[in-house]
Antibody
Framework: VQVLQSGGGLIQPGGSLRLSCAASGFPFTKYVMNWVRQTPGKGLEWISSITGTSGSTFYADSVKGRFTISRDNSMNTLYLQMDSLRAEDTAVYYC??????????????WGQGTPVTVSS | ELVLTQSPGTLSLSPGERATLSCRASQSVTSSYLAWYHQKPGQAPRLLIYGASYRATGIPDRFSGSGSGTDFTLTISRLEPEDFAVYYCQYYGGYSPPLTFGGGTKVEIK
């Protein structure tokens, strides 16, 4: 199981950014995919999940209405579109896979993380 | 909304010692959905325990989890140098958001 992240970087407040996560080594459509972030020096915060085939989406209140999770099952790739970015969105963003078809499962495999800095 | 409170915030121990980490839930939860992860500096979290007491693939048996209801414990029987890290508990049940992480316990070398 491997998840390889890309995207991220420095962006001004109010800007947009898209993160990607390419998965391999497991049946992608049978896994829920998640985004978890970690602010500098702080703990882990779950922010979004998407189920495998139905594509049902779930969001934390802190990002609802600003972030959009999606997946391309033909490409085994997960995305996080981040709009209206704020300074408090500055964090390392991780994608993580959950071996289940419904929301709410443990996360055995994580990407390497990608830093996002929101600053003018 | 569920809150997971981990204690202590920092645990200072020597290699070979036993570590006992606590995770307390603000309401009773199903133990089947309680996990523990550890994270070393600059690395992604790694799953240690799921279902409160089941070791994930490749996790040595010096790691054990227990608990039910609102109180859960991660025990490391004899600390190895690679075990010094930050440990997080997570509740992943309920079938609705959010998925909740505790604030973490740092296990540092004394």
């Amino acid at each position: 199981v491997q998840v390889l992240q890309s995207g991220g970087g420095l962006i001004q407040p109010g800007g947009s950014l898209r993160l990607s996560c390419a998965a391999s080594g497991f049946p992608f459509t049978k896994y829920v995919m998640n985004w978890v972030r970690q602010t500098p020096g702080k703990g882990l915060e779950w922010i979004s999940s998407i189920t495998g085939t139905s594509g049902s989406t779930f969001y934390a209140d802190s990002v609802k209405g600003r972030f959009t999770i999606s997946r391309d099952n033909s490409m085994n790739t997960l995305y996080l579109q981040m709009d209206s970015l704020r300074a408090e969105d500055t964090a390392v963003y991780y994608c993580a896979s959950s071996p289940d078809t419904i929301f709410g499962a443990v996360m055995p495999s994580w990407g390497q993380g990608t830093p996002v800095t929101v600053s003018s | 909304e569920l809150v997971l409170t981990q204690s202590p915030g920092t645990l200072s121990l020597s290699p070979g010692e036993r570590a006992t980490l606590s995770c307390r839930a603000s309401q009773s939860v199903t133990s089947s959905y309680l996990a523990w992860y550890h994270q070393k500096p600059g690395q992604a979290p790694r799953l240690l325990i799921y279902g409160a007491s089941y070791r994930a693939t490749g996790i040595p048996d010096r790691f054990s989890g227990s608990g039910s209801g609102t109180d859960f414990t991660l025990t490391i029987s004899r600390l190895e140098p690679e075990d010094f890290a930050v440990y997080y508990c997570q509740y992943y049940g309920g079938y609705s958001p959010p998925l909740t992480f505790g604030g973490g316990t740092k296990v540092e070398i004394k």
